[in-house]
C-alpha cells in the first residue's frame, strides 16, 4: 500500500520497494571533507541499513551529500533510516569539531524505482557520482575511490560485469531532477 506524506519533495511511502536516496548538508557545506569524517557517515549508514533491517544495493558519500540505493521492506522505516544515518553522522561530526547543536543536514530526496532499467541506471549513477564530482578524472579508477559501493562489485563481479551494466543501463538517460549538487 501506499502513502503519500507531503514534504517538499513529496515522499511516497511503499512496502518492499526500492529506493534512490540522496541526502545533502546544509548550504552544501563540505562536512565530510576527510577520511575520518566520511568513515563517520559511512558507518553510521551501515549500521541504520543492518538495525532497520533493508538491503543496501548500492551507495557513494562525498563531501556534501551521499547517495544510497536500498530496499525498504517496510514503509514506515524509510524516514527512520533517514534520522538514524544523519542523525547519527551528524552527533559523531559535532563531537569530533566539539560543537554543540549544529545541523548539518538539508534535507533528503527519495524516488521509488519503477523497473530494472530504473534500478541498473541509478546503480551506475551512483557509482558514476566520484567522477561527475572530480573526485577521480576517468572510469578506469573508480575502484581506487573508497567511500563507494563499486569496488565491492568488481571484485565479486568483475569488470566485465560492470562495463556490461554501464552500456546497457548508461546514466546519460538518468537525470535527478535533485542532482544539482
Known amino acids: 500500500m501506499s502513502q503519500i506524506v ?3 519533495p513529496p515522499h ?16 552544501k557545506q563540505k562536512y565530510f571533507s ?22 543496501l544495493f548500492a551507495w557513494v558519500i562525498l563531501e556534501n551529500h551521499y547517495h544510497i540505493l536500498v530496499e525498504i521492506l517496510n514503509s514506515r522505516f524509510l524516514s527512520k533510516l533517514m534520522n538514524l544515518i544523519n542523525g547519527r553522522s551528524s552527533y559523531m561530526i559535532n563531537k569530533l ?13 527519495d524516488t521509488c524505482i519503477r523497473n530494472k532499467n530504473d534500478i541498473f541506471t541509478r546503480f551506475n549513477y551512483i557509482h ?20 563507494s559501493s563499486y569496488s565491492h562489485y568488481l571484485k565479486t563481479n568483475g569488470s566485465e560485469w560492470i562495463k556490461d551494466l554501464f552500456m546497457r543501463y548508461p546514466i546519460i538517460d538518468y537525470v535527478d531532477k535533485y542532482d544539482n549538487y
Open 128 to 147: 558514476n557520482n566520484p567522477i561527475k564530482h572530480k573526485y577521480i578524472k576517468k572510469f578506469d579508477n573508480l575502484a581506487s575511490y573508497k567511500y
Open 34 to 55: 576527510t577520511n575520518i569524517k566520511k568513515q563517520i557517515l559511512r558507518k553510521a549508514i551501515f549500521n541504520s541499513i543492518k538495525e532497520i533491517q533493508c538491503n
Open 12 to 27: 511516497i511511502y511503499r512496502d518492499n520497494t526500492i529506493y534512490i536516496i540522496t541526502s545533502s548538508t546544509i548550504n
Open 97 to 109: 569539531e566539539k560543537q554543540t547543536i549544529r545541523k548539518i543536514w538539508y534535507s533528503y530526496w
Open 6 to 8: 507531503y514534504h517538499n
